[in-house]
């Protein structure tokens, strides 16, 4: 068992090692999409990818930033192709954000690269060890509600 000092030793370091970790998957994400688009352009097209379809405050709620930030984020991302903006058939005033093929086929090879990048970010780790960081991660997120 280990003392409260001891504990407390652990989380400080826990805290510079998640830092550590989330700066490095940033610089990470950010060279894989670099000279395509931004990385919350990468983002909100990737759970669009994922969604389907969302309204602009759906889109808010999952990024928790404000309606407004995601219409700037959506005039970009429409204005490059990547997405669209759909009127729902049965009511004329809900509008869908929605991936364009051009963007289904960018969020295919950005993830392809970012496979590859996670590949080399945990080629030191064993198998069993990536096993465990699994493992854990999954442990915390689920702590959350994640």
Wanted: no cysteine; proline share 2%; hydrophobic share 40%.
């Amino acid at each position: 068992m280990i003392s409260q000092g001891d504990r407390t030793t652990l989380l400080d370091q826990l805290d510079v090692l998640f830092s550590k970790t989330v700066n490095m998957f940033t610089r990470s994400l950010a060279e894989v999409v670099k000279g395509k688009i931004s990385i919350p352009q990468f983002i909100v097209l990737r759970i669009l990818y994922d969604s389907g379809r969302l309204s602009v405050s759906q889109m808010a709620a999952k990024l928790q930033i404000t309606p407004s930030a995601v219409t700037y984020l959506g005039d970009s991302l429409v204005r490059a192709g990547l997405i669209e903006r759909v009127r729902d058939e049965n009511d004329r005033r809900m509008v869908w954000l929605k991936t364009t093929a051009k963007g289904l086929e960018l969020v295919g090879e950005l993830e392809k690269r970012r496979r590859e990048e996670m590949e080399r970010v945990t080629s030191k780790l064993s198998p069993k060890e990536l096993e465990d960081l699994v493992h854990i991660l999954g442990k915390l997120v689920a702590t959350e509600g994640g």
